[in-house]
C-alpha cells in the first residue's frame, strides 16, 4: 500500500512564484491535514479537511489555500511564495478527527 | 495558545538500557498521542491514549497519559538502535492538536 504519497519531494522557487503541493492517500480516510515543521519546533497545522468538498483553517492557515475536491486528494497552493514559507511541508490522513495517523514523507520547500 | 514541553530536547542511548521521556503542559487535554519521526520521514503514530491515567503499551514502548491530563509519559524498555529518531508528543484540546518540540534520540559513540 502506498498511504500517503507527497509530491514534489523537493523544490525551490523565488520569492512571488505560486505552487501546488499535492497529497495523495488511498485509505478511503475522511481526514486529511497539510502541517509545515520547521527547525526545533513541532509541526503546526497549516489547514484541514473533514472530507470531500470542506476545509477549514488551522494555527498557520495565512498565505496558503487548499483544496480537496476528490476525497483522496488533498491540495495546498501557495499563491505568492515568501521566504518565511521554507518549511517541510507533511500532509497527513486519519480514520479519527483530529488525529493524524498517516504522513507522508514530506516536501522540502525553499524560497529565496 | 496551548504550549507543550517536551523533555529532555535530547539523549544519548546506549543499547539495552532504559529511555523515559515526557511531555508537560499547563493546559488540560482529552487525547494524547506519541509519533516518532526518522530522518527525511514522516512521523508515524505509535499510541494513543485517551483516559486519564490510562497506560498502553505498543511492542518495547509504553505510554502513560498523566492523571491531571497535564501531562504525558513515554518509556522505551531495552532500547535498540533502530530506536534512535525523534519522538514528538501531541496533546488534543477541543479541535486543536497541539505538538511539542521532540526528543532526540541519539545513539551514544
Known amino acids: 500500500n502506498a498511504g500517503v504519497t507527497q509530491t514534489p519531494k523537493f523544490r525551490v522557487l523565488k520569492t512571488g512564484q505560486s505552487m501546488t503541493l499535492l497529497c495523495a492517500q488511498d485509505?478511503?480516510?475522511?481526514?486529511m491535514y497539510w502541517y509545515r515543521q520547521d527547525p526545533g519546533m513541532g509541526l503546526r497545522l497549516i489547514h484541514y479537511s473533514v472530507g470531500e468538498g470542506t476545509t477549514a483553517k488551522g494555527e498557520v492557515p495565512d498565505g496558503y489555500n487548499v483544496s480537496r475536491l476528490k476525497k483522496q486528494n488533498f491540495l495546498l497552493g501557495l499563491e505568492s511564495a515568501a521566504p518565511s514559507q521554507t518549511s517541510v511541508y507533511f500532509c497527513?490522513?486519519?480514520?479519527?478527527?483530529?488525529?493524524?495517523?498517516?504522513f507522508g514523507d514530506g516536501t522540502r520547500l525553499s524560497i529565496l | 495558545g496551548q504550549q507543550l514541553n517536551q523533555s529532555p530536547q535530547s539523549m544519548f542511548i546506549q543499547e539495552g538500557e532504559d529511555v523515559s521521556m515526557n511531555c508537560t503542559s499547563s493546559?488540560?487535554?482529552?487525547?494524547w498521542l506519541w509519533y516518532k519521526q526518522d530522518p527525511g520521514e514522516g512521523p508515524v503514530l505509535l499510541i494513543a491514549l485517551y483516559k486519564a491515567g490510562e497506560l498502553t503499551s505498543n511492542g518495547r514502548l509504553t505510554a502513560q497519559f498523566g492523571i491531571t491530563r497535564k501531562d504525558s509519559f513515554l518509556n522505551i524498555s531495552a532500547s535498540i538502535p533502530s530506536d534512535v529518531g525523534i519522538y514528538f508528543c501531541a496533546g488534543l484540546a477541543g479541535n486543536m492538536l497541539t505538538f511539542g518540540g521532540g526528543t532526540r534520540l541519539m545513539v551514544k559513540p
Open positions: 497527513a490522513s486519519g480514520q479519527v478527527q483530529y488525529q493524524p495517523q498517516h
Open positions: 485509505m478511503n480516510h475522511e481526514y
Open positions: 493546559s488540560i487535554f482529552n487525547t
